[in-house]
Structure formats: C-alpha cells, structure tokens
C-alpha cells in the first residue's frame, strides 16, 4: 500500500513537472519572460521577448492560409473612455490581458472573450499627459500583473482577480510627469522609464523589487544629476555642466517614456530618452547629454555602459526613445552582436551592442531636411544648418518675437514614433512602421514654469507626398536598402509584428488589421476593425491552432498634434475593443 501510495505520488510529482514553466500555479518566472520569444503557448512580456523583436516562430498561419483568417471573437473594453487603444496584448493560462485608454486593465478569456475582471485607475485631476491618455501594455510575474498609470504610479494587481497587491508613486504628476509604457521585468526587478519631457522633468529610469515595489535603484537620464542604488548615491550621470550651460540640466528633459528592452547575453537593459528642455535650443547650447540617446544600463545597478546620441542638440523634438533591439548579423564576414534602432529623427540606426560603436545608419524615410546623413567616422549627423529652426529676436520696439521659421521633415512626430518595429529572424529584415511628413516649426521666448509645457516652441504638420503619410517599410540591416514598402494614406501609428510563416501584421488607422508576406511586401489579408488600430498585434498557440490578437480605438498623438494632417482624418470613429482571430476548425 505504501509503495502505491508513492508511485502515486511519484507521477503526480512528474506530472507536476510537466506542467510546470508556464503554467505552474506561481506564474511566470523571470527565467520565464527571458524565454517568451520561443515559449509560443503565451506572450509574457511587451515585444514578444524582453529584446522587443516581435517574431513569433509558428508557422501553422502562414503566407498561403492567411486568406481564410476569421476573427474568433471581440471583447469591448465599454464605458464612455474610448481613446487611443497602443496596447500590446499579454497572453498566460487562458487569459489576454490588455490595457486601455485611462489607465484600465481588463482580463478577458482567452477562448471565448467573456470578461475576468476590469481594474480602473482611480486618477486625480490635472494630470498632464502630452499626448492622448494611453497605456502600452502590461507586464506579469508570478501572481502579479503590472501597469504604469497617467498619474505616474505603478500598479501591480493579482492577476486572477484585479486586485491591488501594491501601489507606487513613481514622479510628481503636479510636475508634469505620467507614464504610459508597459513596464520591463528583469531578474525579478520592474523596470520603468517616465514621461513628461514637454514638462521640463527629468528622465529617469527605476527599478523596483518586483514582489513589494519598493525602489531598488534610479538613473537620471540627464547630465548632473545624482543615481541611487538602495537608497544610497550611485554616482552623477555624465559630469556636471559638460554639455548642458548653467542650470538648464535640472529641467533638461530626456524622458523615458517608451520604456526598454533587455539583452540577457549582454547583461545590458537598453532604454532611450527623449528630447531635451525646452525644445528651442538656443536656450541650450551643447550636445545636452544624454537627451536623444539610446543607453545601454547595468540591470544590476542602473550604471550607464554606454550611450549614443541620435540628435546632439536636438531642435525638433526628435526624442530618441525608440526601441532598441538586439539581433545577431554577420557583418564584413565577422558574426556581431548588434542592435537596431529607427529613430524619429527619420534615421536607421545599427550599433554593436557590446559598446555602442556605431555600425551604420540609413535613411528610412523620403526627406531629411535637418541633416545630410550620419558621419561613419564620428557617428555624428552632418547637420545642415538652414534646417534647425531660428532663435526668437527682439524687434525695434524691443519686443521679442518669434524666430526665423523653418520647414523641417520628418515632423517633430517622427520618421517613426512609439510604434514598435519587427524584426523576423527568418528574413533578417527589421519591418517598419514609419511616416512621411514635414513640419514649419519656430522657436519662441519660454521660462520654466512647474507643470507647465516647456517649449519655447511652435510648429505646423504638414504632407509632404500626394498618395501617402504611412509607410510601412522592410529595411535589410546589413545594406541598409529598403526591400519593399507598402504605403498607406493615414499616418501609421500601431506596432508590428512578424512570424515565421512569411507573415507581417499591422494595423491602419483606416481601421484595418493588415497582413503582408514577409519577403515581398505583397498585401494578403486585412480586416475592417471598426475603428483605427493603433495598437500592437501579437500571436500565440493554443488548444493547437494559432491566434491573433490585437487591439483596435483610434487615438494617440496625431489626432491632437496632427495639424492640417489631423484634420484629414477626423471622420475615423473612436473605439476600444480587443479583435482575437484564428482559422476556421475545418
Ligand atoms: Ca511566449
Ligand atoms: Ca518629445
């Protein structure tokens, strides 16, 4: 009896086993989200593993069964807070999580759609979100799930019921910061960056004790300021007034606000950082370190390695917050570990992420007015002067009036804006979503002012082609070529993702859901959603048929900022529903 009793035992144990990784009872793991690339049964983390490359290795959907794709159901996120949905669906043990717009969080069933449970942030008045009040996606560890809200705190809820288990403060929202970006998990660390950069905040990057949220460590993103480790100093960013005059480093700007990504074979976590303050750059003379820059940080310390600058001295809000992505490539014969970046400021960006030397960078998108290329030698860009936009002049009657207007392409809302790319693995080519405007934009007289917009700046988007804003775009890293191009009249404003079954899906504000082949950019398949989808798509396997989700709400910056370009578009209806598809059984 007793030795049944334990060979009973033994195999529960074995089956327990089994089953563990992602599906034992204490959730995900950080070892968990590390392998959430290859683990095709879920998706743990925002860009489909923490290096953000949004390629999903499953091949049941592919280029030449995509046609019969069917939506296998819609869940409506409801109320009266229907704005941009940018959120990247999480999939774990028969649940889609998505955030929504007004910092919600709602936990669907990922088989039938029924609601689980709906979390809505309770937020103060006057929080100052620059551009539209979304939220990017969630992140999940153990029984928690974890969101960054507009008032700039951090939440984590039980993933099974909605409820709070902690609470942080991250930033002062009175001072302008909010944050809108799913946050990164790390060896059981939640990682956040802030936003706020047209506020006059500083960038900050934090980690925080994954179980109890308390502060780990803090990286100012900007020049003179002080890092902590424990409560304790870390070390200054950069040396004090090295790039920045007098005391323009303490509102200087260089948010975090797209959050990062993480490099387990490097040990590095990669986090951009937004333009500096104000906009007008006469105000800051100097490359204004490290605004506009990709940083390579120790996860362990929040130690800078590394940085590279997109846009010293930016003057066009060109923030550099994109993601960065590692990837392998052979280049000149020699296998590099390398990462990738397509920068607002309209230039393809590869560096070796060892060290941050500067591999290559391209061009991604028709015009750039503000510079001729970037300097092989130096990684620098060659600025062309007449781009950058005057400084404000006092006039006869000593009156200061706006400086000498420029038009300036890409418009300050970017070559290529929070809206992740892909990169596939199967044809080495980074999809991105990108677009093609222009701006008149001048500098005006501005003094900081808590909670205030810190500009010192005005501007007008324009077109600048007949037939298109949008264009998604193949780029071949190693030549730096564009492969193919599919372009779309709105402006792209949602993420990409690419499988291995020859696929690339995105979505248009014209309310489609769009799938492409891979190698030739040939359009297979789009879906009319309802409303614009400006959110990311993602795939996962389940009950052994391949799923599709993504989000579909009209919103984000352009309908705000958009100008003459905003009002093209101002017939699209607003929105917030999950769209989940799959192909038919028979
Ligand atoms: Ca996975
Ligand atoms: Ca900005």
Redo the contacts with the bound molecule.
């Keep these: 009896m007793k030795g049944k009793i334990s060979r009973y035992m033994a195999s529960f144990v074995a089956m327990g086993i089994m089953a563990a990784g992602p599906l034992h009872a204490g959730g995900p793991t950080s070892q968990d989200l590390v392998d959430d690339a290859k683990s095709t049964g879920d998706v743990l983390t925002y860009g489909m593993g923490p290096q953000g490359q949004r390629f999903s290795p499953l091949t049941k959907l592919n280029a030449d069964n995509i046609k019969h794709l069917v939506p296998a159901f819609s869940s409506s996120l409801g109320g009266e807070k229907q704005r941009g949905q940018e959120s990247q669906p999480l999939v774990y043990d028969g649940t889609i999580y998505v955030t929504g717009s007004y910092s919600r969080m709602f936990a669907f069933d990922s088989r039938t759609g029924e609601k689980k449970w709906e979390y809505d942030a309770r937020l103060p008045d006057g929080i100052m979100p620059?551009c539209d009040v979304v939220n990017r996606g969630a992140a999940i560890h153990g029984d928690k799930i974890i969101f960054a809200t507009l008032d700039a705190h951090l939440v984590a809820l039980n993933r099974l019921t909605g409820k709070v288990i902690w609470n942080k403060a991250m930033a002062d929202y009175q001072a302008g910061y909010s944050a809108t970006a799913a946050p990164l998990i790390v060896k059981d660390m939640v990682i956040t960056g802030n936003s706020g950069?047209?506020f006059g905040i500083v960038g900050m990057v934090q980690a925080r004790n994954v179980e109890t949220g308390e502060l780990i460590w803090e990286r100012p993103t900007i020049e003179g300021h002080m890092g902590t480790l424990h409560g304790q100093p870390n070390g200054m960013t950069g040396k004090l007034n090295a790039s920045w005059p007098g005391d323009m480093w303490k509102t200087g700007?260089g948010?975090t606000?797209l959050g990062g990504t993480y490099d387990p074979e490097t040990n590095l976590i990669f986090f951009g950082t937004?333009?500096p303050g104000p906009?007008n750059s006469h105000m800051r003379p100097g490359d204004n370190l490290y605004s506009a820059s990709t940083l390579a940080l120790d996860p362990d310390t929040g130690v800078i390695k590394w940085h590279y600058q997109t846009t010293p001295h930016d003057g066009w809000?060109f923030?550099g917050?994109n993601e960065f992505i590692p990837f392998d490539a052979t280049v000149n014969g020699k296998a590099m570990k390398l990462g990738a970046k397509a920068d607002r400021n309209g230039y393809f960006y590869v560096l070796d992420r060892t060290n941050g030397k500067f591999v290559s960078a391209n061009k991604f998108v028709m015009q750039t007015t503000w510079a001729n290329g970037i300097n092989a030698k130096t990684g620098r860009p060659n600025f062309i002067e007449e781009g950058r936009p005057g400084a404000p002049v006092v006039n006869a009657k000593g009156e200061t009036e706006k400086g000498k207007v420029v038009f300036s392409s890409p418009s300050?809302l970017g070559g290529k804006n929070w809206m992740p790319m892909a990169f596939s693995q199967d044809t080495g080519l980074f999809y991105i979503p990108s677009n093609d405007w222009g701006m008149e934009i001048w500098n005006e007289p501005i003094a900081y002012k808590k909670g205030a917009a810190f500009l010192g700046a005005g501007f007008t988007i324009k077109p600048i082609a007949e037939d298109h804003i949008g264009a998604l775009r193949a780029m071949d890293p190693k030549t730096g070529k564009i492969v193919w191009e599919y372009k779309n009249k709105a402006p792209l404003w949602g993420g990409v993702l690419t499988t291995a079954g020859n696929l690339v899906f995105t979505g248009t504000p014209e309310g489609y859901l769009k799938a492409f082949d891979a190698k030739t950019g040939k359009e297979l398949w789009k879906f009319q959603t309802g409303s614009g989808v400006v959110g990311s798509p993602i795939t996962w396997e389940q009950d052994g048929e391949q799923y599709v989700a993504v989000m579909s709400g009209w919103g984000g910056a352009v309908p705000l900022w958009g100008g003459e370009v905003a009002k093209t578009f101002k017939e699209i209806s607003q929105g917030g529903s999950l769209w989940v598809f799959k192909l038919p059984k028979d």
């Design positions: 620059c950069g047209e700007g948010a606000w937004g333009n906009w809000d923030d917050v300050f």
